[in-house]
């Protein structure tokens, strides 16, 4: 049994940045790839791009491209995301899942507010 | 960009009676090693999605048998036999034949 453990909740200024980390026990860090998915309030999940830990590569949804990244640590079984020059439109719970989403993280809200 | 859409949007179902949700893609999901990459998520109030179906129609581990699920192709369906108390929330199906992954809009259920 995969459980992937997120890190706390977070309130950010406009224009700041955020990372969240996703730590995964009782399975295979490398085998499977990691996805990030979010969800801003009352709305439906969105990809943000994933990564397969150890052997890469790393993709991401275009509108994200320019501002997010995706890492992993074998050594740690952690992933990573980090979001830059966040808006008030990042306000969101994000998710880390083992992909195809047979085990999820508990989701960590990011509050985006001046 | 493969585009996913649900319906309906919303659903009240009385207990004990069936419910269908349906997804429609933009684009086939069946791939030539023979998988429909198209699966099925229920997330319940204030909880992370859990999967209830992968590659189309298989059961995850722990799903009840009320749940089932067909389709190829471009057009799926998600059907609960009976539906019950602890069914509540919001229905996602997700394409990942191709990058980026992409969900459905969501489909609430409540119960009359």
């Known amino acids: 049994q995969v459980v992937l453990r997120q890190s706390g909740a977070e309130v950010k200024k406009p224009g700041s940045s955020v990372k969240v980390s996703c730590k995964a026990s009782g399975g295979s860090f490398t085998t499977h790839a990691i996805m990030w998915v979010r969800q801003a309030p009352g709305e439906s999940l969105e990809w943000m791009g994933g990564i397969v830990p150890k052997v890469g590569p790393v993709h991401y949804a275009q509108k994200f491209q320019d501002r997010v990244t995706i890492t992993a640590d074998e050594s740690t079984l952690t992933a990573y995301l980090e979001v830059r020059s966040l808006t008030s439109d990042d306000t969101a719970i994000y998710f880390c899942a083992r992909d195809p989403g047979d085990f999820w993280g508990q989701g960590t809200l990011v509050s985006v507010s001046s | 960009d493969i585009v996913v859409t649900q319906t309906p949007l919303s659903l009240s179902v009385s207990p004990g009676q069936p419910a269908s949700i349906s997804c429609d893609c933009s684009q086939s999901l069946l791939h030539s090693d023979g998988r429909i990459y198209l699966y099925w998520f229920l997330q319940r109030p204030g909880q992370a999605p859990q999967l209830l179906i992968y590659?189309?129609?298989n059961r995850f581990s722990g799903v009840p048998d009320r749940f089932s699920a067909s389709g190829s192709g471009t057009h799926f369906t998600l059907t609960i036999s009976r539906v019950e108390a602890a069914d509540v929330g919001v229905y996602y199906c997700?394409?990942?034949?191709?990058?980026?992954?992409?969900f459905g809009q969501g489909t609430r259920l409540e119960i009359k």
């Open positions: 590659e189309g129609s």
């Open positions: 997700m394409q990942s034949i191709e990058l980026p992954v992409a």
